[in-house]
């Protein structure tokens, strides 16, 4: 059997913000995927309290989720923890130089309801909103923090930032002010090895879709890696092929090529 599993990221890759909702045409490519025996996940830094309904509906057989230290899969979760101490430590580093702030555990998010930059960006993300707590005392989490994400204003703020994180990876998205935090240990790429390796799926039949730099990682382990036309360069120097953009159903376009292409399962 030659199964093939699909990884897609979300922003700017199955969802644009210019149209608002993820078209019809890659909700029916990723089902005729799925319909062939294939399997698709989304791959996403999101932790899953983020995924909207309409992400989830579209029906996937998994998660690679908070920059791969969430998986979720065939109803059961695995996952990998920041470590409280060091979480602790960055916060109140953070409350100290007043840089805005979100904690991230599997299901929920917990954000000072002040922190309006962080929740006007939000605001446009197609994130649901339903799994956000306002509440900021967060010492009960202890263990159950995956990542956490922050707003920088300026590069100097950027710079006195990043000297806070020598226990956890770090990612600027410059576009947008927003920040991610995350283990030292896990990328997209780790969660997809797991996921890859837990279905016994060859490397040779992974594929993935993305377009922004936590990415990288991505492209660089699976063994066909598509850029969306709309994909940062790095990205599309680290690509197999470059689709369409995501304003042009990029992801339908390609993967229904793929499709085309191939013989049917044994």
């Known amino acids: 059997m ?13 969802f644009s913000q210019e149209i608002g909702h993820v078209t019809q045409a890659v909700k029916d490519a990723i089902k005729r995927a799925r319909d062939a025996g294939h399997y698709c996940f989304v791959a996403s830094g999101r932790p899953y309290g983020y ?12 998660y690679v989720l908070a920059n791969g230290a969430h998986i979720k899969y065939d109803e059961k979760d695995y996952t990998d923890y920041l470590n409280q101490e060091h979480v602790s430590q960055l916060c109140q580093s953070l409350e100290e130089l007043g840089i805005e702030y979100v904690i991230q555990t599997t299901d929920y998010c917990y954000i000072d309801q002040s922190y309006e930059k962080l ?28 990542k956490i994400e922050m707003w920088v204003n300026t590069e100097e703020e950027y710079k006195t930032v990043c000297n806070l994180f020598d226990h956890f990876k770090h990612e600027l998205h410059p576009d947008n002010h927003s ?40 492209f660089e382990t699976v063994a066909h890696p ?41």
């Not at 030659?2 to 199955?14: R, Y």
């Not at 990328?187 to 797991?194: V, W």
């Open 51 to 62: 995924i909207a309904e309409n992400i989830r509906e579209i029906g996937f057989d998994g």
């Open 226 to 266: 598509i850029a969306m036309g709309n994909a940062l360069n790095i990205i599309k120097e680290r690509a197999e092929i470059i689709c369409p953009s995501v304003l042009e159903d990029g992801v339908a376009v390609q993967l229904n090529d793929i499709l085309d292409k191939e013989k049917p399962l044994q």
């Open 2 to 14: 030659n199964k093939k599993i699909f990884f897609f990221d979300i922003d700017g890759t199955l």
């Open 179 to 218: 920040m991610e935090v995350y283990s030292s240990i896990t990328t997209k790429a780790t969660g997809i090895l797991n996921v890859v390796s837990m279905l016994g799926i060859p490397l040779e039949n992974t594929y993935c879709f993305g377009d922004g730099p936590n990415d990288v990682e991505m």
């Open 119 to 146: 929740l006007n960006f939000y605001k446009l993300c197609n994130i649901d909103f339903n799994n956000f707590s306002y509440e900021t005392d967060v010492k009960h989490l202890h263990d159950q923090i995956v």
